[in-house]
Every structure is written in structure tokens, then in C-alpha cells.
């Protein structure tokens, strides 16, 4: 089957670092996506990854790893509107989105 | 870097209207665009790939008489939900690539209240 893996919830505290990780096992690969996703609102793009590497984009960094099937999304400098859920998605051979569950991001002052 | 512009980003309409949502890609051509759905809770699903000047194929359990997909240029991809109804209240999101093998570019979505 097909599934991506990421933890339910994290806690970190206002103004450090956090990295939110993402496993996946899909039937082929596309591109691996990072959405955030406020309560009640729509998921919110936030990067696409498809080849290894960092991609950076401000306080936002996303990780891939093709071989090692996996992910990671940096937040720097957190805020407290950071708060959110972060899911990831992968794209596979047939360009349907894999999503996981989210990650739950609570930020502490 | 390629944009893919999606509008609008919200939109209400009460049920038996029609909805039009717009994907452009700003800065390329796109030969394929793929239009998403995300049910409530749950995933975003792949509803339908249009191919400029040809049908769009769509996936199965997609009606494609409700949801109909215009992509009449390499620039401009178009969904139209008919006859909306508050079942189809969801979260529409396309995306644009140049062809087989070329990464994928996504729009920011439309969240569609029909009431």
C-alpha cells in the first residue's frame, strides 16, 4: 500500500527551530509537498519538492531524500501564527496526492 | 521560479448556480494540468487531467457533466462546477506542468461554499 508518515503533534517555543519529518512509501514518485493548513481554513502551499536537496524559501526550508524515502520541513525563527498543522504529500506515478495525517504544530510563547 | 495562478481563492454561491475557477500558468506553457479535490477530513483527490486542445479525462466517479474542464490554451485551464450543490462545498486546487517527466506546479486553491 501507500502511506506517509509524519508525528501527530510538536510542541516548540517561540522564536527557535522545529523540523517536522516526513516518511512516505508510494507506487512511483512526483514530487513531495509541504501544505500548511490553519483551523478551519484551506492548506496553504508551502513548498514542492522533486529533485534531492534544500530547497530554502525565508524562515521555511524543505528537505528531500529520494532514495531514503523522506522528508523534512525546517521552521526557523518560529511565530506564534506558525501554529497550524503541517501535512505532507507525495505525488506518485499516477499524479494522485498521497497526504499523511498532519502534523500539529503547537508554538509556546 | 513557474507560477501557477488559481482564482478566485474563495467563493460563496448558493446552490443551483454555476461556479467558474481559473488556472493560469503566468510564466509557461502548460500542455497538462490536473484539477484536485479535497473532501472534508480528508485527502486531496485527483479529479480530472486536461490536455490543451483535447478532452479532459477524468477519473472515475468524477461526473463529468457537473465538473466540466475547459483548458482552450497552453495558459489557461478552467473548472466549472454546475448546478452547485452544498455537497460540492470543498477545496479546489489545480496544477500546471510542460509535460511528462517536468515538475509540477501548483495553484494556492479555491475554497468553494455553496449554501
Known amino acids: 500500500g501507500q502511506n506517509i508518515d509524519q508525528p501527530t503533534e510538536m510542541t516548540a517555543t517561540e522564536g527557535a527551530i522545529v523540523q517536522i519529518n516526513c516518511t512516505y512509501q508510494?507506487?512511483?514518485?512526483?514530487?513531495l509537498f509541504w501544505y500548511q493548513q490553519h483551523a478551519g481554513e484551506a492548506p496553504t502551499f508551502l513548498s514542492y519538492n522533486v529533485l534531492d536537496g534544500l530547497e530554502e524559501k525565508g524562515r521555511f526550508s524543505s528537505f528531500l531524500s529520494r532514495s531514503k524515502g523522506y522528508s523534512y520541513l525546517l521552521l526557523k525563527e518560529l511565530q506564534m501564527k506558525d501554529s497550524a498543522s503541517y501535512l505532507c504529500?507525495?505525488?506518485?506515478?499516477?499524479?494522485?496526492?498521497?497526504w499523511g495525517a498532519g502534523t500539529k504544530l503547537i508554538i509556546k510563547p | 521560479g513557474a507560477v501557477v495562478s488559481q482564482h478566485p481563492s474563495r467563493v460563496i454561491c448558493k446552490s443551483g448556480t454555476s461556479v467558474k475557477i481559473e488556472c493560469r500558468s503566468l510564466?509557461?506553457?502548460?500542455?497538462?494540468m490536473f484539477w484536485y479535490r479535497q473532501f472534508p477530513k480528508k485527502s486531496l483527490m485527483l479529479m480530472a487531467t486536461?490536455?490543451?486542445?483535447?478532452?479532459?479525462?477524468?477519473e472515475q466517479g468524477v461526473e463529468k457533466d457537473k465538473f466540466l474542464i475547459n483548458h482552450a490554451s497552453l495558459t489557461l485551464s478552467t473548472l466549472t462546477v454546475t448546478s452547485a450543490h452544498p455537497e460540492d462545498s470543498s477545496f479546489y486546487i489545480c496544477?500546471?506542468?510542460?509535460?511528462?517527466?517536468?515538475?509540477?506546479?501548483f495553484g494556492n486553491g479555491t475554497r468553494l461554499t455553496v449554501t
Open positions: 504529500a507525495v505525488l506518485n506515478s499516477n499524479y494522485q496526492l498521497i
Open positions: 510564466d509557461f506553457q502548460a500542455t497538462t
Open positions: 508510494t507506487s512511483g514518485f512526483n514530487g
Open positions: 496544477s500546471a506542468g510542460t509535460g511528462e517527466n517536468s515538475p509540477l506546479h
Open positions: 486536461s490536455n490543451e486542445g483535447s478532452k479532459a479525462t477524468y
